[in-house]
Structures are given as structure tokens and as C-alpha cells.
């Protein structure tokens, strides 16, 4: 507890973290409570008022888009979506990251030898190929996205846990386990992992931008969220075809991305002085 104690008192006291934080979370709770609020909503066209520009009229601050639809709360659906899917694709490579890491440091031999070659294998495989291949057996699902970014993401942190675990199982209280005769999954679980927070916390923050720039790059070529659905990448790619006559459709999107990216960034480095986290060997 005081160790935890000691964390936030230095997280409080860092200023990337507390204004990334703020920010971050501000703009979730704006993607979350202004649809409750607006009159308007995500679908509803107006081919009348077609790429009409942002104005106070209607509650219509960010315009609307080639249909008509009211490009706030589009903005404020691509936020959720982008987001949800950035998160729990984290939360995907990150299980299954430090499990997979931590075995094969810990264990070490030919059997880390044959699960890095895996990883390497993984490596090798064409990310867009691989995403097509889930089209055709999963069709355009959305859990696709969470599975095919949590599938890439996952190899990254096993990297990084496997280096941490190749430290620590030569530690003075790991030896002491193991002479004791405390089974390898204990060891692992209660001495290892808990050793792994510091770097996996500062790891997953950069990974959630690296899974919302996967997840915008895929929507931005159209495998990712269908209409009425959308997502910042999705918005942005409408904003591009519609740049010369209505650059908000792309300013504003591709802002807000550009925001969370630059906020979940100086998140982890923020982190990574709180934890004082070094380099893996």
C-alpha cells in the first residue's frame, strides 16, 4: 500500500499525467453525455443542409456532413468507438502479452527459444492479410477489429515482458521461491507478474495509440466500422473527399485524433518517470 501510496503522490505530481489524464477523460465524458444532451443524433440526414458549415443553428457546432447528418455527434460516436475498441484491444494483448512473456522468460531453454519463434512467425505475417482472412471467416463483425488488433499488438508486450522476466527470475526472492519449492505458475503469478506492473502500465498507454492509429488506419481503407457506425478514421477519410469545400469535416476529426494520440503519448511518458521504468534488456 505505501508502495501504491508513493506512485500516485508522484503520478499527482507529474504534469503530463495529470493533464493528459484530465484531458483524455474529459473528452470521453463529452463522447459520452453530449448525445444525452444534443437534439440531434448520429443518423438522422437532411439532404437539404448538406455540408452545411458549423454553426450555432440546431446545435449543429461541427457542421453537418454530405448526408446532412449533425457531424457532432458523429465526432462524439467515432470518440466511443475509437476508444472501446483501442482499449479493449489493449486489454486483449495485454493478457495475453504478459502470460505468454512471462512463461517464456521464466522458463527459458528451448521452450523460450521455440515460443520467440512463434512470436517471430506472427511478426512475418502481413497485418492487412491477415485482416482479410477475418473478413472472410468472421464477415465484417465488429468484434473483428478488437481481434485482429488485439491479434498484432500482444506480440510487442510479450517482447518486452519476456526481457523484464529474464531479470527478475535471476532475483534473490525468486531463487528463495524456488528453493523453497514453490510450483513455476505460483512464481510466476505472485512473484514475477507483480513485479511487471510498472512497465506493463506504461506499455499498454503507448499501446492504446498504437491500436487507435491500427483501428483508423483500417477504417480510413474502409475494413473497419460499416455505416451507420463510424469511428475518427472513418471521419476523417469522408473528410478528405470533401476538404476543398467543407475542411471542417476533416479539421475536426482529424484533431480530436490527433489530440487523444498526443495525450495517451505524454500519458506514458508521464508514467514511465512515475514508475521510473528503464529499457527491457
Known amino acids: 500500500m505505501r508502495r501504491a501510496a508513493g506512485f500516485m503522490l508522484r503520478a499527482r505530481r507529474n504534469r503530463n499525467v495529470v493533464v493528459s489524464f484530465v484531458l483524455l477523460l474529459a473528452t470521453a465524458v463529452c463522447a459520452i453525455v453530449l448525445p ?17 458549415a458549423p454553426g450555432w443553428a440546431g446545435m ?18 467515432g470518440i466511443k468507438v475509437t476508444l472501446t475498441v483501442a482499449v479493449v484491444a489493449s486489454l486483449v494483448s495485454l493478457v495475453i502479452g504478459v502470460l505468454y512473456g512471462a512463461v517464456a522468460g521464466y522458463v527459458g531453454g528451448r521452450v523460450d527459444a521455440f515460443m520467440m519463434r512463434i512470436v517471430d512467425s506472427l511478426y512475418a505475417m502481413p497485418f492487412i492479410f491477415f485482416v482479410i482472412l477475418l473478413m472472410v471467416v468472421f464477415e465484417r463483425n465488429f468484434l473483428l477489429i478488437f481481434v485482429a488488433i488485439g491479434a498484432i499488438n500482444w506480440l510487442d508486450m510479450a517482447r518486452i515482458v519476456r526481457g523484464q522476466t529474464l531479470s527478475l527470475r535471476e532475483r534473490e526472492f525468486v531463487q528463495a521461491a524456488r528453493l523453497n519449492g514453490v510450483s513455476t505458475p505460483r512464481i510466476v503469478l505472485r512473484h514475477i507478474a507483480p513485479n511487471l506492473i510498472g512497465i506493463v502500465i506504461v506499455y499498454v498507454t503507448l499501446t492504446i495509440p498504437q491500436a487507435i492509429l491500427v483501428e483508423s488506419f483500417l477504417s480510413f481503407l474502409g475494413l473497419g466500422v460499416q455505416e451507420p457506425q463510424t469511428s475518427l478514421g472513418a471521419l476523417v477519410n469522408t473528410g478528405v473527399g470533401h476538404m476543398e469545400r467543407a475542411p471542417w469535416m476533416l479539421l475536426i476529426p482529424g484533431g480530436v ?24 534488456p
Request: a negative charge.
Open 36 to 52: 444525452w444532451l444534443s437534439p440531434n443524433d448520429y443518423s438522422t440526414t437532411s439532404f437539404q443542409r448538406v455540408l452545411e
Open 60 to 77: 449543429h457546432w461541427f457542421g453537418l456532413d454530405e448526408l446532412g447528418r449533425d457531424q457532432l455527434m458523429r465526432t462524439m460516436l
Open 257 to 280: 485524433l490527433a489530440l487523444i494520440l498526443l495525450c495517451c503519448n505524454f500519458l506514458g511518458d508521464g508514467l514511465r518517470d512515475v514508475f521510473d521504468v528503464r529499457q527491457a
